[in-house]
């Protein structure tokens, strides 16, 4: 008997290291590698494959083809910090912290706070190495939201959004050093932000490509100032007349200290800026490829809100909310519909297109759903996994919801195909209803002529929020 023991007990031993090692494999598909690109200011329109037609983004088109395109996602805000923050704590702008674009001295943003549990956090905790790269904005160096402190391993880039606004800046921060930047001194040219974010962001991927890992790349591109290198310049110099320029400031105490630089080429430096992202996109793509990664990693591409008019922008010009009204700082559908693009080799159909409304609160519960994790309570948001692998019963939003700080104040929510908007909110405004299924472009207020519908959704939008002693409509 004692013999016919060990010798199971050896079986079952052998057996179970077996099974061990060829479970590891089932357990790495649980925790892809995950890449979020999050442009700036980019609009709904500004992409070929959402309707360019002036210029070409080819690499974010094929990975359109790789994946699928989402044509009705939304930002957090209608603005990059509370947008952000909606984002990493997949709660909308009624109750996530950060509701507005607030600076602290010497450089930097009011820091989300220590209590907030964010996507970083959430990672890191099933063993992913965290990287952020590009603009933060949500937090001060040294404060409880650096990014340090909110869950990233490493950072490298920007960390006051208003700063970010220069492209060739005095310097960047990696980690919480100072990076100098001294080809740029006085007004010299000598090192574009983007490109050593870029490069930074490349070494991440190397660096940890046998860890799962989470990518936050939060490019600046394409704010104001509107400034690309001389290369991407001549590309487009004399194709986009006529031309605008843009006077403002090229020397100065506020020079490069978050002013907009002078550009007499405004149309050709928005193409530039937009090209160069792109191809920064494709290169990413390739990186995943040499590494053998592909299989095993699923790519984001969105933009943090509507396009801008400012440092001499012209959206209009180049249709960049496409069918959309309003730009940035909007709450109508130009300030907070985005572009939104998924790939994950051999896991989300390739060229598909969903209708899906999503926003940037449902990021949280999708990625804790796909790395088999807990979903935090307290969230607003919605898994859209279920959509993306085409696989489940996708659960859809009862309403989305936003809020705007500054302008008097505004406020927003959709139920279903219906839009409730409230402008003026300090002065007793008055609410706008439209219907996006039948008037997309919202031309046409239905306020007056359905009065049970505006008070329908305007209880809604009235009980969606919570008062926020930091972040006052003003």
């Given at each position: 008997?004692?013999?016919?023991?060990?010798?199971?007990?050896?079986?079952?031993?052998?057996?179970?290291?077996?099974?061990?090692?060829?479970?590891?494999?089932?357990?790495?598909?649980?925790?892809?590698?995950?890449?979020?690109?999050?442009?700036?200011?980019?609009?709904?329109?500004?992409?070929?494959?959402?309707?360019?037609?002036?210029?070409?983004?080819?690499?974010?088109?094929?990975?359109?083809?790789?994946?699928?395109?989402?044509?009705?996602?939304?930002?957090?805000?209608?603005?990059?910090?509370?947008?952000?923050?909606?984002?990493?704590?997949?709660?909308?702008?009624?109750?996530?912290?950060?509701?507005?674009?607030?600076?602290?001295?010497?450089?930097?943003?009011?820091?989300?706070?220590?209590?907030?549990?964010?996507?970083?956090?959430?990672?890191?905790?099933?063993?992913?190495?965290?990287g952020a790269f590009g603009k933060w904005g949500l937090?001060?160096?040294?404060?409880?939201?650096?990014?340090?402190?909110?869950?990233?391993?490493?950072?490298?880039?920007?960390?006051?959004?208003?700063?970010?606004?220069?492209?060739?800046?005095?310097?960047?921060?990696?980690?919480?050093?100072?990076?100098?930047?001294?080809?740029?001194?006085?007004?010299?040219?000598?090192?574009?932000?983007?490109?050593?974010?870029?490069?930074?962001?490349?070494?991440?991927?190397?660096?940890?490509?046998?860890?799962?890992?989470?990518?936050?790349?939060?490019?600046?591109?394409?704010?104001?100032?509107?400034?690309?290198?001389?290369?991407?310049?001549?590309?487009?110099?004399?194709?986009?007349?006529?031309?605008?320029?843009?006077?403002?400031?090229?020397?100065?105490?506020?020079?490069?200290?978050?002013?907009?630089?002078?550009?007499?080429?405004?149309?050709?430096?928005?193409?530039?800026?937009?090209?160069?992202?792109?191809?920064?996109?494709?290169?990413?793509?390739?990186?995943?490829?040499?590494?053998?990664?592909?299989?095993?990693?699923?790519?984001?591409?969105?933009?943090?809100?509507?396009?801008?008019?400012?440092?001499?922008?012209d959206p209009d010009y180049f249709n960049s909310n496409?069918?959309?009204?309003?730009?940035?700082?909007?709450?109508?559908?130009?300030?907070?519909?985005?572009?939104?693009?998924?790939?994950?080799?051999?896991?989300?159909?390739k060229g598909s297109k969903t209708g899906h409304v999503?926003?940037?609160?449902?990021?949280?519960?999708?990625?804790?759903?796909?790395?088999?994790?807990?979903?935090?309570?307290?969230?607003?948001?919605?898994?859209?996994?279920?959509?993306?692998?085409?696989?489940?019963?996708?659960?859809?939003?009862?309403?989305?919801?936003?809020?705007?700080?500054?302008?008097?104040?505004?406020?927003?929510?959709?139920?279903?195909?219906?839009?409730?908007?409230?402008?003026?909110?300090?002065?007793?405004?008055?609410?706008?209803?439209?219907?996006?299924?039948?008037?997309?472009?919202?031309?046409?207020?239905?306020?007056?002529?359905?009065?049970?519908?505006?008070?329908?959704?305007?209880?809604?939008?009235?009980?969606?929020?919570?008062?926020?002693?930091?972040?006052?409509?003003?």
């Amino acid at each position: 008997m004692k013999s016919h023991k060990i010798a199971f007990l050896l079986f079952f031993s052998i057996a179970a290291i077996y099974c061990t090692a060829q479970e590891k494999p089932a357990l790495d598909i649980l925790k892809p590698n995950i890449i979020y690109i999050l442009a700036d200011d980019l609009g709904y329109g500004d992409l070929s494959c959402y309707g360019q037609q002036k210029f070409t983004t080819p690499n974010i088109d094929h990975l359109a083809q790789q994946g699928m395109l989402f044509t009705q996602h939304y930002s957090g805000a209608a603005v990059c910090a509370p947008s952000r923050s909606a984002l990493f704590t997949g709660q909308h702008t009624g109750h996530t912290f950060i509701r507005g674009n607030k600076e602290v001295q010497p450089e930097g943003q009011y820091p989300i706070p220590a209590a907030a549990f964010t996507i970083a956090e959430l990672v890191q905790e099933k063993g992913y190495k965290t990287g952020a790269f590009g603009k933060w904005g949500l937090g001060n160096v040294g404060s409880e939201g650096d990014p340090l402190q909110q869950g990233f391993d490493t950072f490298y880039g920007y960390n006051c959004q208003k700063l970010a606004h220069n492209y060739y800046p005095y310097h960047l921060w990696a980690n919480n050093n100072k990076v100098l930047l001294t080809e740029n001194e006085g007004s010299n040219k000598g090192q574009y932000g983007p490109d050593l974010i870029h490069k930074k962001a490349l070494l991440f991927i190397e660096k940890n490509r046998k860890d799962p890992f989470f990518l936050y790349y939060a490019s600046p591109l394409p704010h104001a100032e509107l400034v690309a290198p001389e290369v991407y310049m001549n590309k487009f110099n004399g194709k986009f007349e006529p031309e605008k320029a843009y006077i403002g400031t090229d020397a100065g105490k506020n020079f490069r200290k978050g002013e907009y630089a002078s550009q007499p080429y405004c149309h050709a430096a928005f193409a530039a800026m937009v090209t160069l992202l792109d191809e920064q996109v494709g290169e990413i793509v390739a990186k995943i490829k040499e590494l053998g990664l592909e299989d095993n990693t699923i790519i984001i591409f969105t933009s943090d809100n509507g396009p801008h008019q400012e440092g001499g922008a012209d959206p209009d010009y180049f249709n960049s909310n496409g069918p959309l009204k309003g730009y940035k700082r909007d709450l109508f559908e130009g300030g907070i519909r985005v572009p939104m693009i998924v790939k994950w080799k051999g896991k989300i159909a390739k060229g598909s297109k969903t209708g899906h409304v999503s926003a940037f609160w449902d990021v949280m519960p999708t990625l804790a759903e796909l790395i088999n994790t807990q979903v935090p309570t307290k969230i607003d948001g919605v898994s859209f996994l279920p959509t993306l692998l085409g696989k489940g019963i996708q659960k859809q939003h009862d309403y989305l919801y936003w809020e705007f700080h500054e302008l008097g104040g505004r406020q927003a929510i959709r139920k279903a195909n219906w839009k409730l908007i409230k402008y003026n909110v300090n002065n007793n405004g008055k609410y706008q209803l439209y219907n996006l299924e039948n008037d997309l472009s919202e031309t046409t207020d239905l306020a007056s002529k359905m009065p049970e519908k505006v008070a329908e959704l305007s209880k809604i939008l009235e009980s969606s929020r919570t008062e926020s002693e930091v972040f006052q409509f003003k």
